[in-house]
């Protein structure tokens, strides 16, 4: 009796626990679907009329999101909306306009101009007959790509593209009477982009374009091709801005895969001054070592400011500082001067580290280039045949440095600091959303892949040495220098504020991905 009301309670528990369980998951269903299933609806009308505009395309910028309005110009969008979005409007003999929306429901009624008219600078450029057969080519590698992927891109439209060259800039303009359709048949999508602008400077080789994005999802054939699309969309999201973004968003960078170094861009003025000429390992302690470093560093100084009893001095006291200093106190190693005189471009860096023996560095701020490294150690030790008096030496060195600056005076340079650093480093202390900021560069290194074949042959084409491929590596340039605020789906804004060097700018619309896409 006793076992049977035990049992009795255990299958009532049971039932109550299923209960429970049934109502749970159905709670859950219900939440699953009310965080998932948004919807916005407006009204476009004519901004001069007020009358509502029939047939009008509607969609979540970079998104499956679309529609048309209907006949009294209304339209409803319904599905996984991460907010803010851009929503685009765009009708025939009217202008694209985007809003901004930052939640669901209802927006205000959206009127549309008639299409602008293109700037002055452009509209005085006469269309080129033969646009297409001189720059599509160079129009195809900077808008799609030239990837693998992007070989089974196929632009359905070309002839409603719009070509214009200034022969005195050397710049390209494109343009699109209609939004251009392409068909990407490596990740199964119909992609339309409303071309806003697309300016290509052949002298500066920068390519900026700008625009709207709706995908369409394309229905497969068969089993294997939609296999081949989903695993084609995987392989495009690993390691993509998106995913980045993504992941900046959950603060976890280094668990998906990506190393953050910082990149410091500077001038040729400032590139002797960051970037050693040699970093040694010497043990200070040693005599004939020292001697040895004592030689070098008196063979960088300026003798016509300095006489021996000067130079004997200076030499002593960097003996008494190797034979005093403690370990990690780095030491300053340069030629006095006085405030009238200009600084010796050579100094060195001296530290002492725990294993006794001494990091030494040497930085010659008249380098402007790699190339110049051999240069200042020729003009070092310059000797003229002739006329050897120390004015003739002199002139022909400054001559020599003349040549040198002139031959590097349009090149600068990157610095990358080695350690990486955590995505926080980086995120705005303070924000109540996520915002993303470097005052310099942030250099962007996805290591579970490497750089393709396509890749490696177009950047280093030039180079007679075959190149091996390295893992992806990007640049984030920000350059308006302010943050830009990143959210869950990795959509970020102002987009226009991030400027892409390296691997993310050889990654276009060919392996564009919707915001919308699930890996």
């Not at 919807?39 to 048309?68: C, F, K, M, R, W």
């Not at 002739?386 to 031959?407: L, N, Y």
Request: charged share 25%.
């Amino acid at each position: 009796f006793n076992y049977f009301r035990l049992r009795n309670k255990v299958l009532v528990l049971c039932r109550k626990l299923l209960c429970m369980r049934i109502f749970i998951i159905c709670l859950l269903i219900h939440l699953n679907f009310f965080v998932r299933a948004q919807e916005l609806q407006g009204t476009i009308v004519d901004i001069v009329t007020g009358s509502p505009i029939h047939g009008a395309t509607v969609y979540v910028n970079n998104s499956t999101l679309g529609t048309l309005t209907d006949e009294k110009g209304h339209f409803s969008l319904s599905g996984k909306i991460v907010f803010p979005v851009d929503v685009v409007v765009s009708a025939v003999s009217y202008g694209t306009r985007s809003i901004r929306v930052n939640q669901a429901g209802t927006i205000a009624p959206v009127k549309l101009d008639l299409e602008a008219d293109e700037l002055p600078a452009v509209k005085v450029l006469p269309p080129l007959k033969d646009g297409w057969e001189l720059y599509g080519k160079d129009f195809m590698e900077n808008f799609i790509s030239y990837s693998a992927f992007a070989g089974q891109c196929e632009i359905l439209n070309k002839k409603d593209l719009v070509f214009k060259m200034d022969t005195e800039k050397w710049i390209l303009y494109v343009s699109a009477s209609r939004p251009i359709r392409i068909r990407n048949k490596a990740l199964g999508y119909m992609i339309h982009f409303d071309l806003a602008d697309y300016t290509q400077h052949y002298l500066t080789r920068e390519v900026y374009f700008l625009g709207y994005t709706r995908f369409e999802p394309m229905k497969p054939r068969n089993e294997k091709q939609r296999l081949a699309w989903e695993s084609n969309r995987k392989t495009a999201f690993e390691g993509s801005l998106n995913h980045f973004m993504r992941s900046v968003y959950k603060k976890n960078t280094a668990e998906q895969g990506f190393q953050l170094n910082v990149v410091v861009r500077g001038t040729v003025g400032e590139y002797g001054e960051r970037v050693p000429l040699s970093t040694d390992t010497l043990d200070l302690k040693d005599t004939a070592v020292l001697k040895k470093f004592l030689f070098h560093f008196a063979g960088t100084l300026d003798r016509s400011r300095m006489n021996d009893s000067m130079v004997a001095a200076l030499l002593l006291g960097v003996k008494k500082w190797v034979d005093t200093v403690p370990a990690g106190i780095p030491f300053l190693l340069r030629q006095p001067s006085k405030a009238d005189e200009p600084l010796n471009p050579h100094k060195f860096v001296l530290e002492k580290i725990p294993a006794g023996t001494f990091k030494v560095v040497h930085y010659d701020s008249s380098r402007t280039n790699p190339d110049d490294s051999l240069d200042g150690s020729l003009m070092n030790s310059l000797e003229l045949v002739g006329d050897d008096s120390a004015e003739t030496k002199e002139k022909m060195k400054q001559e020599m440095r003349e040549k040198m600056k002139q031959r590097h005076a349009a090149k600068a340079f990157d610095y990358l600091y080695t350690t990486p650093w955590p995505v926080d480093s980086f995120l705005v202390k303070g924000s109540e959303n996520v915002r993303l900021f470097c005052k310099d560069m942030i250099q962007v290194m996805y290591k579970n892949e490497l750089e393709e074949k396509e890749y490696i042959e177009h950047t280093y084409r030039l180079k007679s040495k075959k190149a091996e491929p390295s893992p992806q590596t990007s640049l984030l340039v920000f350059k308006q220098n302010k943050p830009v605020d990143v959210y869950a789906n990795g959509n970020f804004t102002e987009q226009y504020d991030l400027f892409l060097e390296g691997y993310w700018s050889y990654e276009k619309l060919d392996k564009m991905l919707p915001l919308d896409y699930e890996p």
